[in-house]
């Protein structure tokens, strides 16, 4: 949500971002914002001349009425002023209820215009237009053919679609043995990748009321992506960067104990609606998964660096694992409406000969602070708004796909790299306990 003030002020540069963005159907909200702004503020201006006056007026009821003793004629003023009172009474009344009304109108529309993008967004509609910016690691297609993640994970009787399908529905699995081991070491492995990078580790409520969702996300992605639970202000979490970033709703932090930089574990529940390609099926898109997520808190002018270091050390992550990724710098229009910038980290599949998307990285100014009053207190005894950013660290089991396509050996076998071998027991080398045909 941006600053009024700023808007008053760059009404244009309000649209031209929004232009930008591709969201022209949200260009008449910038008018409507400003109508809104002058009439709240005329109504607390009135409101505020009002309440002087009563003041006024009540002192010059008393003094008429204390004349009256002396000049009966007094009294004829004095329920003239009362009159007068009670008219600007009524009036106040009407102001009092107005300014509510203006201000949730005003609210409702300011949460939908999107934040302001970084000059150095791409400009396009899609994420057809993200822009490739570097690579990392040799992306290699072996001499055998790998089938499709689920056939991997069958071959070692590590995934279950059929029994999940029969107990949750679509969207859902089960995962065991190796390949249930394989997706807890990846995540201790990362959890203990980011305590070391100086990261406080946090385990994160797994449900949040609803006006933390909508300090955290915009309307569109809340409806797209959110569990509600029936009968109770509370959804699932698509994210633990929802509940960690809700964590400082209402607060005002001490600028000398910034940046604030954490990582969370949650399991993460999304709708994820609409038909998807066979590569979105198995284990791609589903609506479970759990996550390792960063999450940094810190001063305005320290966004920009901290945003560089948190995707680079994602893929510090993915290549401590042997897998080759690439940054890819989102378009303005893949942008959500909170995100002042963002890239993806994707990872070379072998199979398909392609990237896709791993990890996410992304810069929200104060879009998030602002709608949930996250303030800093400076030396000087001043406040101003946070900013905060967040990064997935992993994601399985998604980022299994990627790590069994790059490990799979000819014989059918997948290597574990040495910093998974102690959290997977020592095991370099799973070996599939039956091959197909």
């Known amino acids: 949500m941006l600053d009024i003030r700023f808007i008053r002020e760059n009404p244009e540069l309000v649209r031209e971002n929004i232009r930008k963005k591709f969201q022209d159907k949200k260009l008449p909200l910038v008018d409507e914002v400003l109508e809104l702004d002058e009439k709240l503020r005329a109504a607390k201006t009135e409101a505020n001349e009002l309440r002087a006056n009563r003041n006024a007026l009540s002192k010059k009821i008393g003094m008429l009425m204390g004349q009256a003793k002396k000049d009966p004629s007094k009294l004829e003023e004095a329920e003239d002023v009362k009159a007068e009172v009670a008219r600007e ?76 399908r029969r107990v949750s529905g679509n969207g859902f699995y089960y995962l065991r043995g190796d390949i249930a081991r394989l997706h807890s070491a990846v995540l201790a492995y990362a959890r203990d990748f980011m305590i070391d990078k100086g990261f406080v580790y946090y385990i994160p409520p797994y449900m949040i009321h609803g006006d933390v969702v909508q300090g955290v996300m915009s309307q569109t992605d809340m409806d797209a992506m959110m569990y509600k639970i029936e009968g109770e202000d509370l959804y699932l979490i698509g994210t633990s960067e929802h509940t960690m970033i809700g964590r400082f709703i209402d607060q005002t932090l001490d600028e000398a104990t910034l940046p604030l930089t954490l990582t969370s574990y949650s399991p993460c529940f999304r709708k994820e609606k609409g038909a998807h390609g066979i590569e979105e099926r198995g284990i791609y898109r589903i609506h479970q998964f759990e996550k390792q997520e960063m999450i940094v808190v810190c001063r305005p002018e320290e966004s920009a660096d901290w945003y560089e270091k948190l995707w680079k050390m994602s893929v510090e992550l993915f290549r401590s694992m042997e897998i080759p990724v690439r940054q890819l710098n989102c378009c303005s229009g893949d942008l959500a409406d909170l995100k002042v910038k963002s890239c993806d980290i994707e990872a070379w599949s072998p199979r398909q000969q392609k990237y896709f998307e791993v990890c996410s990285c992304s810069n929200l100014g104060d879009a998030q602070a602002r709608r949930l009053h996250i303030r800093i207190k400076g030396k000087d005894g001043k406040t101003y708004l946070a900013h905060t950013l967040n990064n997935t660290c992993v994601a399985p089991p998604r980022m299994l796909i990627a790590f069994l396509e790059n490990h799979l050996q000819a014989d059918g076998s997948v290597t574990i790299p040495k910093v998974l071998q102690p959290y997977m027991g020592g095991l370099e080398v799973m070996v599939p306990t039956h091959k197909k045909g």
Do not use: W
């Open 89 to 164: 009474a009524a009036r106040l009344a009407e102001l009092e209820k107005l300014e509510p009304e203006y201000e949730a109108e005003l609210t409702k529309r300011m949460m939908v215009i999107p934040q302001m993008i970084d000059p150095s967004v791409p400009i396009g509609p899609d994420d057809s237009c993200n822009v490739e910016v570097q690579r990392f690691g040799e992306a290699t297609v072996p001499d055998f053919e790998i089938p499709y993640h689920t056939e991997i994970m069958e071959s070692f009787n590590g995934v279950d679609l059929d029994a999940a």
